[in-house]
């Protein structure tokens, strides 16, 4: 099911040639990531236990 919804992103969504669709294709991948990255991540990790680390001297 992925591999058919990817199939269709790239060859109904995305407009032009081959070489336009993977530039885009590489340009919504990116914008993704920075998306992730930049908001995403920091705000769910002010949820997350995983951040309180202490360390104690022995």
């Known amino acids: 099911m992925p591999k058919q919804m990817y199939a269709w992103f790239f060859n109904e969504v995305l407009p ?3 070489w336009l669709r993977i530039v885009l294709a590489l340009v919504v ?3 993704a990531v920075l998306l ?3 908001f995403v ?3 769910l990790s ?4 995983l951040g309180d680390v202490t360390l104690e001297e022995s």
Not at 46 to 49: F, N
């Open 16 to 18: 032009g040639p081959l």
């Open 29 to 31: 991948l990116a914008s």
């Open 36 to 38: 992730l990255m930049e």
């Open 41 to 43: 991540f920091p705000w």
């Open 46 to 49: 002010t949820y997350s236990p």
